[in-house]
């Protein structure tokens, strides 16, 4: 199946960060060897030049590095994946935050809501 | 690459000339058996019935030739004209090559159904048989020709081999140049072609004749316009060979032109 | 960067002053996945048809990979037209013997292979086959050619969706470094992931020639919804 791509924005972008995804989440494990970039992008249901046009700006990022020709592979640096993990939550708590106050909560409502939904979520399991 | 499109053009025209030649052999074959069993001929019921069955002969054989020309025109026209051309004209082949084989293919089976027809009437109305039936020896009929002619049975027939082959190279080239102008057209492409093809043969037919009054091969002030047959081996043989070369290597040049400039897909 | 494909100044012209091409002038590169993309009656077809020989120009000159129109062209390149193509009265298997006598870089394996994933009957002959497992057929012959270039004149037009994702899968696996494949469609949003660079054409005028990314970045919209904008009614 592709891969879900929003299509307003730039395509490399997108896959960059659903690589991102996979590596802090642990689907990659630090070390690990890519697929291709014909595979990947096989997968992702996207051009191969796109794909890889998003492994490069992740290697200038550091997180994957190239072997001449054994492929690519990622980072073993676990402290720069830990931050990259940080990183991203930031940017879903900020979203998410920002959302609240969309509908209107203020910022101190926020950890009640949040203990709240937790555990309605554990309640219902 | 010609041998193999002309194994290919071969075989798409096989598919139905040789179900439709093997009739002819058949018809051939059961017309022979008649026309040698003169004791067939003795009752008026089975006469009857035998002169239906020459009548049928001869209504088939027309049918075999002109279904062999149109089956020809017709596997032309949708290899080069059809969907069809898209492959046809994407193969990696120069226009003329594909062209050639298409006259090589199509000259063949013309060429074969000419045979096949002339051998059949041969044994159908030719037979011992039948030339005893009017009285005639092979021998006698050999001698009278030479005789009246000046030139021997022969020498006629080779004269009209070559002739027929000629003849059959050319045909088939205007046939194809016939649907090829016929493509010029924006509507009626077909009817265009078939228009086109009765335009060619008649002007074709009237040039020659128009082109052997002046040198008296063709005479005009008897009661019947005719040609006389005793200068047949020389000059207006020639000159009926010559007149049919050119027509087929204008009709050559000329669709193979149309084939690689004009044709719109 | 091989020039693939440069065309200059093609004009077609049709009885009444009609022009379906006008000055066109364009140049493609090896490696590309490129999306003619225009409205009906835009020229897409006219243009490829005329790269095929299967048009004869006006004006203008084509090159293939330097060569103009003729043998070495027509090897280069692989086609799959928007109709049905092949002599209906022959098998699949000598369809394959066919393509494998005319063309050097036909790899006969490869489309047994996918003829056989895509469970279709090597033995039958082509008017049996529906509408949808001929244009399959026919998909799989262009693609098992190790061909230069490409061209897919509305290949995911009338087909179902799985259909389509096999269609966009066999593309992208047959991608290489050299070759570029140039696909024509009007369906952009289906097409649009896998694709380098996107040609706008506009009654017979190339309008746009750019790649997604540069699309997207610049434009902060998708190639789909572009088109739109451009060629609305």
């Known amino acids: 199946m592709p891969w879900d791509l929003d299509e307003n924005r730039p395509i490399y972008l997108q896959l960059m960060e659903r690589i991102e995804q996979d590596i802090v989440s642990g689907k990659y494990n630090p070390g690990d060897k890519l697929p291709s970039v014909r595979d990947l992008a096989l997968e992702a249901g996207v051009n191969p030049n796109t794909m890889q046009k998003a492994m490069s700006e992740l290697e200038r990022d550091g997180l994957i590095h190239a072997k001449r020709t054994s492929g690519r592979f990622i980072t073993e640096d676990e402290n720069m994946i830990k931050e990259l993990k940080r990183e991203l939550a930031q940017e879903h708590i900020r979203a998410f935050i920002e959302n609240m106050r969309q509908l209107g909560f203020d910022i101190n409502e926020i950890p009640e809501l949040i203990t709240d939904a937790a555990k309605g979520g554990q309640s219902n399991e | ?265 | 960067m091989n020039e693939l494909l440069k065309i200059e100044g093609l004009t077609k012209r049709y009885s009444g002053n009609l022009f379906a091409l006008n000055d066109l002038h364009l140049t493609l590169n090896g490696g590309e996945i490129v999306g003619l993309l225009g409205p009906n009656g835009s020229g897409k077809t006219t243009l490829i048809k005329l790269v095929n020989d299967c048009l004869y120009p006006t004006a203008g000159t084509i090159l293939v990979n330097g060569n103009p129109l003729g043998p070495e062209s027509k090897e280069d390149i692989a086609y799959l037209p928007d109709c049905t193509f092949l002599n209906e009265s022959m098998r699949v298997n000598n369809l394959l013997n066919y393509y494998q006598d005319f063309y050097n870089n036909f790899d006969k394996d490869k489309a047994w292979n996918m003829l056989r994933d895509l469970g279709i009957n090597q033995n039958a002959r082509m008017k049996t086959l529906s509408k949808g497992t001929k244009e399959k057929v026919q998909l799989v012959l262009t693609m098992s050619r190790n061909a230069k270039l490409y061209i897919l004149d509305e290949p995911i037009g009338g087909v179902d969706p799985a259909a389509r994702d096999y269609i966009l899968r066999t593309i992208l696996s047959n991608y290489s470094e050299d070759a570029t494949v140039l696909i024509s469609t009007h369906l952009i949003a289906d097409i649009e992931n896998v694709l380098d660079r996107v040609l706008f054409l506009k009654q017979g005028q190339l309008v746009l020639n750019s790649t997604v990314d540069e699309i997207r970045s610049e434009k902060g919209k998708s190639v789909d919804a572009l088109f739109r904008e451009v060629f609305q009614c």
């Not at chain 2, 026209?77 to 003329?96: A, C, D, E, I, V």
């Not at chain 2, 020659?208 to 008296?216: Q, R, W």
């Open chain 2, 1 to 265: 690459m010609l041998g193999k499109q002309f194994k290919y053009d071969m075989r798409s025209l096989s598919r139905i000339l040789l179900i439709v030649h093997a009739f002819v052999v058949v018809m051939a074959i059961i017309g022979s058996f008649f026309s040698n069993n003169s004791a067939l001929f003795q009752s008026k019921e089975s006469n009857m019935w035998i002169i239906l069955f020459f009548l049928f002969y001869v209504i088939f054989i027309s049918v075999a030739a002109f279904s062999t020309q149109l089956i020809i025109a017709v596997d032309f026209y949708k290899s080069m004209f059809s969907n069809q051309g898209y492959l046809t004209r994407t193969l990696p082949l120069k226009h003329s090559t594909t062209f050639l084989s298409k006259v090589l293919s199509g000259s063949l089976w013309c060429f074969i159904d000419l045979i096949l027809i002339f051998l059949s009437i041969m044994f159908v109305f030719f037979s011992p048989a039948m030339l005893s039936e009017m009285s005639v020896t092979y021998q006698e009929l050999t001698d009278s020709f030479q005789k009246e002619l000046g030139y021997s049975l022969t020498t006629f027939i080779i004269f009209i081999g070559i002739y027929s082959t000629i003849g059959v190279i050319s045909g088939v080239l205007m046939i194809y140049l016939s649907i090829a102008v016929g493509q010029l057209f924006t509507s009626h492409k077909i009817l265009g072609s078939v228009a086109v093809y009765f335009g060619i043969t008649t002007l074709t037919s009237l040039l020659s004749s128009g082109l052997m009054i002046p040198t008296g091969m063709f005479s005009v002030t008897s009661n019947v316009p005719s040609i006389d047959y005793r200068f047949l081996i020389n000059s207006t043989g020639i000159f009926l060979v010559m007149y049919s070369v050119v027509t087929g290597v204008v009709s050559y040049i000329l669709s193979l032109y149309l084939i690689k400039k004009k044709t719109d897909l």
